[in-house]
């Protein structure tokens, strides 16, 4: 990832940002290494691109033939939004500055053949995660992939959310399959 200015690194970080850069795009290439991209180009939706951690490692990886991102953090979004306006494939992006609420499957479609959510689920209000992955299941093809992670255990503990095994059984709810990967920073899930 290209060095973030740093005025507006230290304004995102007087916002409450930190830079989970490392982990994050661990979690990225982990889920792209499972892809099955020979020769191919992907649509894919993001659900919380952040400041493009995982936008940029797609690019790099020439998997993304559509990308839908929706980042509803204004500044995350102003700082990736500019990040991109140069990139060669920029015609091939959607970046949306909007709520997690908003109708993503009358918007955009149902057709995308992986959708991410990498750390992200755990700022949605607890009552309402279910339901946001279920609109999240609604947008991905027949057969389709989302690529899901989660805060660290011990966070998950301190803080009094789901535990790993309360994430994958309301996960199986909705997907047939689901495998954790538990060697990352934080699990991520595979979802079809």
């Not at 306006?85 to 992986?114: C, K, N, Q």
């Not at 994958?168 to 990352?184: C, I, K, N, P, W």
Request: charged residues 25%.
């Amino acid at each position: 990832m290209p060095d973030m200015d740093s005025r507006e690194y230290d304004r995102l970080k007087e916002r409450g940002f930190k830079d989970y850069s490392l982990g994050h795009r661990r979690m990225y290439l982990s889920a792209i290494d499972q892809m099955d991209a020979a020769d191919r180009a992907f649509s894919i939706f993001e659900a919380g691109f952040g400041i493009g951690y995982g936008l940029k490692q797609m690019l790099a990886a020439d998997v993304v033939g559509r990308y839908v991102g929706c980042e509803p953090q204004v500044d995350s979004y102003n700082y990736t939004v500019g990040e991109m306006a140069e990139v060669p494939l920029a015609d091939r992006l959607t970046l949306i500055h909007s709520p997690f609420t908003e109708d993503m499957v009358s918007a955009y479609g149902a057709d995308f053949e992986h959708a991410f959510c990498i750390e992200v689920i755990e700022h949605v209000p607890l009552d309402l995660q279910a339901d946001f992955i279920a609109r999240l299941a609604a947008m991905l093809t027949p057969g389709g992939t989302l690529w899901l992670s989660t805060p660290c255990k011990l966070r998950n503990a301190r803080e009094g959310v789901r535990t790993t095994d309360e994430w994958e059984a309301m996960l199986r709810q909705q997907f047939g399959e689901v495998t954790v990967d538990r060697s990352q920073w934080t699990y991520l899930y595979r979802c079809r």
